[in-house]
Every structure is written in structure tokens, then in C-alpha cells.
């Protein structure tokens, strides 16, 4: 048999192996340390994992954090694992922002860490330590991610401040950010407004952006274009028979959906619509 090239070792065999697997190696070359090590390799590898069938259920709790088995519907205590969070920083201080491929992008609102997170991996990147204002409003940051054309993975960090919406992109391979100044959306930095975590689907980042007080129950669809690094907004799904309380992004193979909750007429119990999300050539609807 032909030796194997170390490409295709890397490509094909250890792209493969879980993630402790590969961080048991002990006897490997100066060669395969380095192909391990880089940033390149992390990213794919985290891209294959995804594609298993094996999903997780992170859960922060009170003083631990608890990863389960959802697909197998099995979340007992016993079967599930305890893990570490980043910088052992208690869980309390801990919100997710968004979730991609894998990876979790969280603040730690202690330290005013924006911190990319591999809970697979264990390993973290902290992207910036000094971004948020001690003042910075609970709840008003928000991101996404995806991997531009150069397979680059890209962080989006949102953050509201004195009615003033701040947004910036921040690069993996370069460990480098920079300020995006096409943000239109302003009317939507206001403290009234709650911005939901973002989701990448079709070259957009689309976010849920509601507001409770005034007036009541208005929402709004935000959608982020990562070519061209503009934003639109979409209407809210109209629901003729439904009084929306909240609307729910939701991917399902491949293709966006909005899951509409709210009451049906005047009866007190809560209805539930699942509508898929198109937007063809700059047309946008609602099936």
C-alpha cells in the first residue's frame, strides 16, 4: 500500500477524530503539531463536528455549567457532563450572544470580555477586553457569525450604548476588528428595544428585535448582509387570527423560518404558527 501524504492524514483521518482524541496525541511530529495548532484546523474540524448527528444541549446553571445529549432526548443528571467555563468565570456572568457551527460567542459581563468559545475544544479566544462601557446596558449587546469567501470565520458584535447602536466585525485569522459605519438601523437603539441573538441563513445575519413597552408588542425583523455589510429591515409576519407575542428564528434545512407565538382571538391559550422565511432577489415574504 502507498504511503499516505500528510494532507490527506490531516484532511481526512484527523479531521475525523473527536476532539479529546486529538488532544491526547502525544507522539507526533514538529509537522502535525503545527497543522493541529493553527487556526485553520480548529475551524474545520469544528465545521465536521457540526454535521454529526450527536447535537449538544449546553445549559448554564446556577453554579455549573451542563452539556446533554438532545438528540437521544437523554438530559438526566447522570448522563450528562459538567464543563468548564472559559477562564472559570462563574456561570453567572456568562450570556450567550449567538451560536455558529460549534462555537458560542458569550460576554463575560464581569470583565467586559467578548469571548469566542469552542466548548467541544475547550479552548477560547477572548476578542477584546475593553469594549464595553462600565455603564453598558444589560441585555444590549447581541452577534452572529459566519465564514466569509476566504473561509474566514467573522464575529459580528452589536452593542447599544446612550441610544446609540455600536456594531463591529471582528476576524479569526487575523485576530483583527473594525467598525461597521453602514449601521441604518438606529431607530432601534433605544433601551425600549431588545435585540435576540443572531442567525446566519442564505449570506444574511437576521435578528429579532422587539419592543414591549411602547407601543406594545411591536417587533421587527433585522437582517444583516455579510457581502456588502448593510443592513434591512423585514416586517413582522402578519397573522391574521393570531395576536403575536413573539417571533422565533428557526433553521431547518438550510432554509429560514419564523415561529410566530402568541393567543388565538380572545381565548386565553397560546397558538403557535411555523411560517418559512424567503427572500428571493431582494423580494421578501412569508410563506
Same mark, same amino acid.
Given at each position: 500500500?502507498?504511503?499516505?501524504?500528510?494532507?490527506?492524514?490531516?484532511?481526512?483521518?484527523?479531521?475525523?477524530?473527536?476532539?479529546?482524541? +486529538?488532544?491526547?496525541?502525544?507522539?507526533?511530529?514538529?509537522?502535525?503539531? &503545527?497543522?493541529?495548532?493553527?487556526? %485553520?484546523?480548529?475551524?474545520?474540524?469544528?465545521?465536521?463536528? +457540526?454535521?454529526?448527528?450527536?447535537?449538544?444541549?449546553?445549559?448554564?446553571? *446556577?453554579?455549573?455549567?451542563?452539556?446533554?445529549?438532545?438528540?437521544?432526548?437523554?438530559?438526566?443528571? &447522570?448522563?450528562?457532563?459538567?464543563?468548564?467555563?472559559?477562564?472559570?468565570?462563574?456561570?453567572?456572568?456568562?450570556?450567550?450572544?449567538?451560536?455558529?457551527?460549534?462555537?458560542?460567542?458569550?460576554?463575560?459581563?464581569?470583565?467586559?470580555?467578548?469571548?469566542? @468559545?469552542?466548548?467541544?475544544?475547550?479552548?477560547?479566544?477572548?476578542?477584546? *477586553?475593553?469594549?464595553? *462601557?462600565?455603564?453598558?446596558?444589560?441585555?444590549?449587546?447581541?452577534? !452572529?457569525?459566519?465564514?466569509?469567501?476566504?473561509? *474566514?470565520?467573522?464575529?459580528?458584535?452589536?452593542?447599544?450604548?446612550?441610544?446609540?447602536?455600536?456594531?463591529?466585525?471582528?476576524?479569526?485569522?487575523?485576530?483583527?476588528?473594525?467598525?461597521?459605519?453602514?449601521?441604518? $438601523?438606529?431607530?432601534?437603539?433605544?433601551?425600549?428595544?431588545? @435585540?435576540?441573538?443572531?442567525?446566519?441563513?442564505?449570506?444574511?445575519?437576521?435578528?429579532?428585535?422587539? %419592543?414591549?413597552?411602547?407601543?406594545?408588542?411591536?417587533?421587527?425583523?433585522?437582517?444583516?448582509?455579510?457581502?456588502?455589510?448593510?443592513?434591512?429591515?423585514?416586517?413582522?409576519?402578519?397573522?391574521? &387570527?393570531?395576536?403575536?407575542?413573539?417571533?422565533?428564528?428557526?433553521?431547518?434545512?438550510?432554509?429560514?423560518? $419564523? +415561529? $410566530?407565538?402568541?393567543?388565538? !382571538?380572545?381565548?386565553?391559550?397560546?397558538?403557535?404558527?411555523?411560517?418559512?422565511?424567503?427572500?428571493?432577489?431582494?423580494?421578501?415574504?412569508?410563506?
Amino acid at each position: 500500500m502507498e504511503k499516505l501524504g500528510s494532507e490527506l492524514i490531516v484532511d481526512e483521518i484527523f479531521m475525523r477524530l473527536p476532539a479529546k482524541a +486529538i488532544g491526547r496525541f502525544k507522539c507526533l511530529s514538529n509537522f502535525f503539531r &503545527d497543522e493541529l495548532s493553527n487556526n %485553520n484546523f480548529e475551524i474545520m474540524h469544528s465545521r465536521r463536528i +457540526i454535521s454529526s448527528l450527536q447535537k449538544k444541549l449546553l445549559s448554564l446553571k *446556577d453554579n455549573t455549567i451542563v452539556v446533554g445529549n438532545i438528540v437521544g432526548g437523554n438530559l438526566q443528571a &447522570d448522563t450528562s457532563k459538567t464543563i468548564i467555563s472559559p477562564s472559570n468565570v462563574h456561570p453567572s456572568y456568562l450570556r450567550v450572544l449567538a451560536s455558529f457551527k460549534g462555537l458560542l460567542l458569550i460576554c463575560n459581563e464581569r470583565m467586559c470580555e467578548l469571548i469566542l @468559545w469552542n466548548p467541544t475544544t475547550r479552548r477560547f479566544k477572548i476578542l477584546v *477586553d475593553d469594549y464595553f *462601557d462600565r455603564n453598558f446596558e444589560r441585555n444590549a449587546a447581541t452577534g !452572529g457569525m459566519y465564514f466569509d469567501d476566504s473561509n *474566514d470565520l467573522k464575529v459580528l458584535h452589536i452593542n447599544r450604548y446612550r441610544n446609540v447602536l455600536n456594531a463591529r466585525v471582528y476576524s479569526r485569522r487575523r485576530e483583527s476588528r473594525r467598525k461597521i459605519n453602514s449601521l441604518n $438601523v438606529t431607530n432601534y437603539a433605544s433601551t425600549y428595544y431588545s @435585540w435576540f441573538p443572531g442567525i446566519y441563513s442564505g449570506r444574511s445575519i437576521y435578528f429579532m428585535v422587539s %419592543n414591549y413597552w411602547f407601543p406594545p408588542g411591536e417587533r421587527h425583523m433585522v437582517a444583516f448582509d455579510v457581502v456588502s455589510e448593510t443592513y434591512s429591515t423585514i416586517p413582522f409576519p402578519e397573522v391574521l &387570527d393570531l395576536n403575536p407575542w413573539q417571533g422565533h428564528f428557526l433553521s431547518i434545512e438550510m432554509k429560514l423560518h $419564523v +415561529i $410566530v407565538v402568541g393567543r388565538l !382571538g380572545s381565548r386565553c391559550f397560546l397558538s403557535i404558527r411555523l411560517m418559512l422565511l424567503i427572500i428571493l432577489k431582494g423580494v421578501e415574504g412569508i410563506i
